[in-house]
T-cell receptor, first 114, second 114 residues
Framework: KAGVTQTPRYLIKTRGQQVTLSCSPI?????VSWYQQTPGQGLQFLFE???????NKGNFPGRFSGRQFSNSRSEMNVSTLELGDSALYLC?????????????FGSGTQLSVL | AQTVTQSQPEMSVQEAETVTLSCTYD???????LFWYKQPPSRQMILVIR??????QNATENRFSVNFQKAAKSFSLKISDSQLGDAAMYFC???????????FGTGTSLTVIP
């Protein structure tokens, strides 16, 4: 079974631009979560999508948004990029339908904002 | 909101020796899950071990075991017979019984010395 796939692996943008990151979950998984990882901050929860609906949201500004498609693939968008948005963005999928949930992560997209 | 604290930014261990990574958390909930994830240089987070709060018995997975102290809100990871492949960043994580949001610590970087 294929794992969680994130594209692209690396991305370089300049301040003010926008960016879209993609995540394909494990087949059969309906929940996709996004996390921002920065040195010293650990992983910060961005949001979770389940069956094309945002089910939970972290404490990030509205510049961060996402969506999920009917095939459970998800995209995350960051508009008006700031230097502080430079980070590793990790996507994780899970079944999403039970209490006994385990997250399976992709290898992340490393975003650099210049 | 729940918080997870890893007070050891870096740890090192001799190959074949035992090392313990510390994690504490803060919550008012009585039922929850705790996890240890490993992030090697490939960046992909890998689940190492999981503990259910209502189970008193400490979880064990081969060379990995935990010391779960619910009253103290402590969840340490013990790695026995350390191997070079254990070198990675280790993250402690908390998840409520209901909902799919995970809270992560800031990580401990483990070096294994040959």
């Amino acid at each position: 079974k294929a794992g969680v796939t994130q594209t692209p692996r690396y991305l370089i943008k300049t301040r003010g631009q926008q960016v879209t990151l993609s995540c394909s979950p494990i087949s059969g998984h309906r929940s996709v979560s996004w996390y921002q990882q920065t040195p010293g901050q650990g992983l910060q929860f961005l949001f979770e999508y389940f069956s094309e609906t945002q089910r939970n949201k972290g404490n990030f500004p509205g510049r961060f948004s996402g969506r999920q498609f009917s095939n459970s693939r998800s995209e995350m968008n960051v508009s008006t990029l700031e230097l502080g948005d430079s980070a590793l963005y990790l996507c994780a999928s899970s079944l999403g339908s039970g209490q006994d949930e385990k997250l399976f992560f992709g290898s992340g997209t490393q975003l650099s904002v210049l | 909101a729940q918080t997870v604290t890893q007070s050891q930014p870096e740890m090192s261990v001799q190959e074949a020796e035992t090392v313990t990574l510390s994690c504490t958390y803060d919550t008012s909930e009585s039922d929850y899950y705790l996890f240890w994830y490993k992030q090697p240089p490939s960046r992909q987070m890998i689940l190492v071990i999981r503990q259910e709060a209502y189970k008193q018995q400490n979880a064990t997975e081969n060379r990995f075991s935990v010391n779960f102290q619910k009253a103290a809100k402590s969840f340490s990871l013990k790695i026995s017979d350390s191997q070079l492949g254990d070198a990675a960043m280790y993250f402690c994580a908390y998840r409520s019984r209901i909902g799919n949001q995970f809270y992560f610590g800031t990580g401990t970087s483990l070096t294994v010395i040959p």
